[in-house]
């Protein structure tokens, strides 16, 4: 999704796009480890409604989760994806952990979001990615293995590889992308 320009800041209305605009609009490489303090929030985020942020959204809570997990609020993220009992507030669950590092409840919230319907397009954005970066170790054949990529980002998050560290981050940015997309637009 990333680099191919297909994600589109302006298709989730005015307010989140001025949002995303504080920090890189929607294409930040998020670190894979959370920082103990996120970029500055915008105004407009703080005390957010998801249905008033996102009026028309298939899943507001989730969209919301997502947009304060993009700017390292994981105290914000965590409290509304654990009370949301969807597949899209455990996978936002679960990303939080993956990057908090915790990895094995990172597994356990990916369980429970058991196969979302985004998994194949995450997919094809990873092998867009490690396509760019033929020395990367990790693959991904047709199908998203959220497990696989938690064991990826552990291997590398040291830094010492930095190809690897930049693949794993362009991935993450791209399953950020392509799930904010699926929780922040009309359901059809």
């Known amino acids: 999704m990333s680099g191919a320009g297909l994600f589109e800041v302006s298709a989730y209305g005015a307010q989140v796009e001025a949002i995303l605009a504080e920090a890189e609009a929607g294409e930040r490489l998020m670190p894979l480890v959370m920082p103990q303090q996120g970029i500055p929030i915008p105004a407009a985020l703080r005390n957010a409604e998801p249905k008033v942020l996102f009026p028309s959204a298939r899943a507001p809570e989730a969209a919301l989760a ?9 105290a914000e993220a965590h409290a509304i994806a654990q009370d949301l009992e969807t597949p899209e507030g455990s996978f936002w669950h679960a990303i939080l952990h993956r990057r908090e590092p915790d990895a094995g409840n990172s597994a356990y919230w990916f369980r ?3 196969q ?4 194949p397009d995450i997919a094809r954005a990873a092998q867009q990615v490690i ?3 033929p020395e990367v170790t990790f693959t991904t054949g047709n199908r998203w293995n959220p497990f696989s990529f938690i064991d990826f980002c552990e291997s590398v ?3 010492s590889d930095t190809r690897s560290l930049r693949a ?3 991935i993450q940015r791209a399953e950020w992308q392509i799930l904010f997309d699926f929780c922040a637009r009309a359901a059809g």
């Open 66 to 74: 997502g947009l304060l997990l993009y700017f390292d609020r994981s």
């Open 112 to 114: 429970k979001t058991g």
């Open 116 to 119: 979302h319907p985004v998994f």
């Open 131 to 133: 396509a760019r970066n």
């Open 157 to 159: 998050r040291d830094g």
């Open 168 to 170: 794993a981050q362009e």
